[in-house]
């Protein structure tokens, strides 16, 4: 009698599916769109080194921009959520002396 075992797959995910959905983000880019210029590398308004997250803020900044163009959505500054942009609202309003 013959015991046959079942294959088992990887827990984990393989890079590949990962950089073909970025390759196919980036061949499908739209001219002028925040993701091609995510494509192309990081930026002063996008300054991730990882491809990943600068696609997944390009997307943002790309749907937010539709949105408001519909009237639906209010235009987001293009260096909302990078660290030196939370630190310049401080910066411009700084405490008057007591």
Request: proline share 11%; net charge negative.
């Amino acid at each position: 009698m013959t015991h046959s075992t079942p294959e088992t797959t990887s827990a984990t995910p393989s890079a590949a599916p990962a950089a073909a959905a970025s390759s196919s983000a980036c061949a499908d880019a739209a001219p002028g769109s925040h993701v091609e210029a995510a494509c192309e590398g990081p930026t002063e308004d996008n300054p991730s080194l990882s491809l990943k997250k600068r696609l997944k803020r390009a997307h943002f900044f790309d749907e937010r921009e539709q949105l408001a163009a519909a009237g639906m959505a209010v235009p987001v500054a293009s260096d909302a959520g990078l660290p030196h942009a939370a630190e310049a609202p401080e910066q411009a309003n700084p405490r008057e002396p007591v």
